[in-house]
């Protein structure tokens, strides 16, 4: 049998259209999304001990398939989704009207005062 690792696909950050892709960082702390249109989302899929913190107003974030991953952001206009996480860790700064939680096992989530009034789907 093959007794090699898989090999580890290359950070991605970039903008393509509306969408950011934040993919694949492992053990970085220091990731910025810097959002200029309400109308921009962002995908943040596989990343591992990261910190990623998303500046500006935005229309949805998506944490998908991520280990001990915290996601730091100001404001959300629809929802935040959580999916195939383990130890995620979501923080709002601003406003989130919606936070939907599923297939993950461990989530904290810390509100902001604008946002106590959250609706949390799991």
Known sequence: PDQRKPTQAAPVLELRGNKWFVENYVKN????????KP???VYIYKCT????????KVNSIVLDSC???AL?????IASI???NCQSAKVQV????PTINIDKTDGCQVYLSEASKGVDIIT
Do not use: R
């Open 81 to 83: 989704d959580v999916v």
């Open 29 to 36: 702390s220091e990731i910025i999304v810097e959002a200029e």
């Open 72 to 76: 730091l952001f100001d404001t959300v």
């Open 49 to 56: 001990d990261s910190v990623v913190q998303v500046k500006g």
């Open 93 to 96: 700064t601003g406003v989130m």
């Open 39 to 41: 109308k921009e989302s």
């Open 67 to 69: 280990k001990k991953t």
